[in-house]
């Protein structure tokens, strides 16, 4: 044995005898219970705030006024919509960071135009509750889309043994291109059926709830910095959602 091999294994030997891995320690970083590359960790470090030992990511968020992230309404009753590209936007940073985060948003607005903490927190929490049920909304949709395309599918193929039955197989070519266009058509419809009922259903449901899950809570603070509205925890709604999502999924199966 080499003297290079002789202090490789005297390293290797010392980082067993001290309960560590070299060289999971140069390349790895512990998150939670898990392990991120650190050259992934050193990038994230630089945009957001991450606490690696309970396994939190941080992203700061900052709009000048509550209208900037809300459609609010002009009438007496206040009511507060998250804009469509905000939440967009949230769910593209979730995705951002690596599975071994959960997420924590703290949006600060320099100006929330008269509405107090109690009513921010209950705009907060119906909108959570509504952006779940238009997964559940999406969910019915394709489901059914889904079923009409099959049906038709269905339908053409039908005809399609109907026509090759009615008409002389030694037609030649009409018969042929009827025959190759109902086959061809029976098929795209019976595909894009199976495509949006098994793939783009799973990639809707999947979406939401890994973004529920890794949701760890949300806070607001003002223009200063000082805590506006304190930390809320949104995984008893995530859960809630997450069985109607359940409850959608079995419904709508049920009816095809």
């Given amino acids: 044995m080499t003297k290079e091999e002789d202090n490789k294994e005297a390293k290797l030997t010392e980082g067993i005898a001290d309960g560590s891995d070299t060289g999971?320690?140069?390349?790895?970083?512990?998150?939670?219970?898990?392990?991120?590359?650190?050259?992934?960790?050193?990038?994230?470090?630089?945009?957001?705030?991450?606490?690696?030992?309970?396994?939190?990511?941080?992203?700061?968020?900052?709009?000048?006024?509550?209208?900037?992230?809300?459609?609010?309404?002009?009438?007496?009753?206040?009511?507060?919509?998250?804009?469509?590209?905000?939440?967009?936007?949230?769910?593209?940073?979730?995705?951002?960071?690596?599975?071994?985060?959960?997420?924590?948003?703290?949006?600060?607005?320099d100006d929330y135009e008269d509405y107090d903490p109690d009513e921010i927190k209950e705009v907060m929490y119906d909108n959570v509750r509504l952006t779940g049920y238009n997964v559940g909304r999406d969910l019915r949709n394709k489901t059914f889309v889904s079923a009409a395309l099959l049906l038709v599918g269905i339908v053409f193929l039908v005809i399609n043994i109907w026509y090759s039955s009615a008409t002389d197989n030694d037609e030649g070519l009409v018969y042929l291109i009827f025959s190759e266009i109902f086959d061809v058509a029976a098929w795209v419809f019976i595909w894009e059926a199976v495509t949006k009922f098994f793939i783009e259903r799973s990639e809707v449901r999947n979406g939401a709830r890994l973004t529920g899950k890794r949701l760890s809570g949300i806070e607001f603070v003002d223009r200063e910095g000082h805590t506006y509205l304190e930390e809320q925890d949104v995984s008893d709604v995530m859960e809630e959602l997450n069985k109607d999502d359940e409850d959608v999924e079995n419904y709508s199966t049920s009816n095809l």
């Fill in 24 to 109: 999971k320690e140069k390349k790895r970083i512990k998150v939670g219970h898990r392990y991120i590359r650190k050259e992934v960790h050193d990038i994230l470090q630089r945009y957001f705030d991450l606490d690696d030992e309970n396994g939190i990511a941080t992203i700061n968020v900052h709009y000048e006024t509550l209208s900037d992230m809300f459609i609010i309404s002009e009438d007496e009753s206040k009511s507060l919509i998250i804009k469509k590209d905000v939440l967009d936007k949230f769910d593209e940073q979730i995705k951002m960071l690596p599975n071994a985060y959960k997420v924590k948003f703290v949006i600060k607005i």
